[in-house]
């Protein structure tokens, strides 16, 4: 199970911090990625990070303002953005996947689980 975290109501330009726990399986290996989803929008791929090896991926248009790292101790995954734009007002999911190819890390259709999404707001 993955729990995501740390939504909210920021203004443009702003900060927040999200958080994604897993429970229940150990996801050290797995990749581990962030998404969102825009009203009326198609999902869209933001940062993965690969736990086998510790590399990172990032859409391009997030890849400046946004961090993904991970507490592998805690099964944790989180995503620092910062900089926010209104058009960044979403629903954020975090979703893992074990054994994935480069080329298939930024398709959500390619992840087996995925948490219940947490709401962020920008507002301008």
């Known amino acids: 199970q993955l729990q995501a975290s740390g939504g909210g109501l920021v203004q443009a330009g702003g900060s927040l911090r999200l958080s994604c726990a897993a429970s229940?399986?150990?996801?050290?290996?797995?990749?581990l990625a962030w998404f969102r989803q825009a009203p009326g929008k198609e999902r869209e791929f933001l940062a993965a990070?690969?736990?086998?090896?510790?590399?990172?991926f990032y859409a391009d248009s997030v890849q400046i303002r946004f961090t993904i790292s991970r507490d592998k101790a805690k099964n944790t995954v989180y995503l620092q953005m910062n900089s926010l734009e209104p058009e960044g007002t979403a629903v954020y999911y975090c979703?893992?996947?074990?054994?994935?190819?480069?080329?298939?890390?930024?398709?959500?259709?390619?992840?087996?689980?995925w948490g219940q999404g947490t709401q962020v707001t920008v507002s301008s």
């Open positions: 990070h690969r736990g086998s090896v510790g590399t990172t």
């Open positions: 229940g399986r150990d996801l050290r290996n797995y990749v």
């Open positions: 979703a893992a996947a074990q054994g994935l190819i480069n080329s298939s890390i930024r398709t959500g259709t390619h992840y087996h689980y």
